[in-house]
């Protein structure tokens, strides 16, 4: 263990969302979870990262892969959908910043590593999702899901997703794909972030590590202050 505390070589690898993101439309807007991990390489560099970041006031984007990229181009999407809105005077369009986002994710698929979900409200597609995986395709769709958690998620996604889920029908599938993905996943984990996007604005839910409940095969915490267990 004093090995490992010395040997700080861990810190210099790249830092990168393991991590698990979705995004699901109900009628009248659109809710989006993220975990909170970020990993630099075994270490958990930082465990309670919002992964949702605002693009304009009705479109919010989901990050995964490397931290940096994710940031910077969504940075860059900002401020040309803030120079694109005081042009228009009126909200950009969920489609305009995904296809913003979809050209500089294409147009440097060979430096960048990022996985992007795209969505929010706007007054002509009402809630709209559009995905962005590795190499910069857009595929809009009326649920995502993204990051190293979504491979032990997708067939319930599948099965449990409803076109008709009312906004609380569809925040709860959001939080319990998640939560379902933090329980299998060792690079998602920390807490769950959802935020809800309608034509009344945008409402943030936080959830939490010791509220999310734990799942088959997770072990349950014992009581504070109990003794341990007397294995024979």
């Not at 939080?175 to 329980?183: D, E, G």
Request: charged fraction near 20%; charge should be neutral; glycine fraction near 10%.
């Amino acid at each position: 263990m004093a090995d490992r505390c010395q040997d700080t070589s861990f810190l210099s690898q790249p830092v990168s969302m393991g991590t698990t993101i979705m995004a699901a439309s109900f009628p009248g807007g659109v809710v989006l979870g993220a975990d909170s991990r970020t990993s630099t390489g075994d270490y958990i560099a930082n465990r309670v990262t919002d992964k949702l970041t605002p693009l304009a006031r009705n479109v919010y984007i989901c990050r995964s892969g490397s931290a940096a990229d994710t940031q910077n181009l969504s940075r860059y999407v900002s401020w040309f959908l803030e120079q694109h809105e005081m042009d228009l005077g009126t909200p950009p369009r969920v489609e305009t910043a995904a296809k913003l986002a979809q050209q500089m994710a294409y147009q440097n698929k060979n430096v960048l590593q990022a996985g992007l979900i795209i969505a929010g409200w706007d007054s002509v597609e009402q809630g709209a999702i559009y995905a962005v995986p590795l190499g910069g395709t857009l595929v809009k769709t009326p649920f995502s899901i993204g990051g190293s958690g979504s491979a032990y998620i997708s067939g319930l996604c599948d099965r449990l997703w409803k076109p008709d889920f009312t906004e609380e029908e569809c925040r709860n599938f959001v939080t319990k794909a998640v939560s379902h993905a933090m329980a299998r996943d060792g690079s998602s984990g920390g807490c769950i972030r959802t935020v809800t996007i309608t034509k009344d604005g945008v409402k943030r839910q936080f959830i939490p590590h010791n509220q999310i409940p734990p799942y088959h095969g997770e072990l349950k915490q014992p009581p504070p202050n109990s003794p341990l267990p007397v294995v024979s």
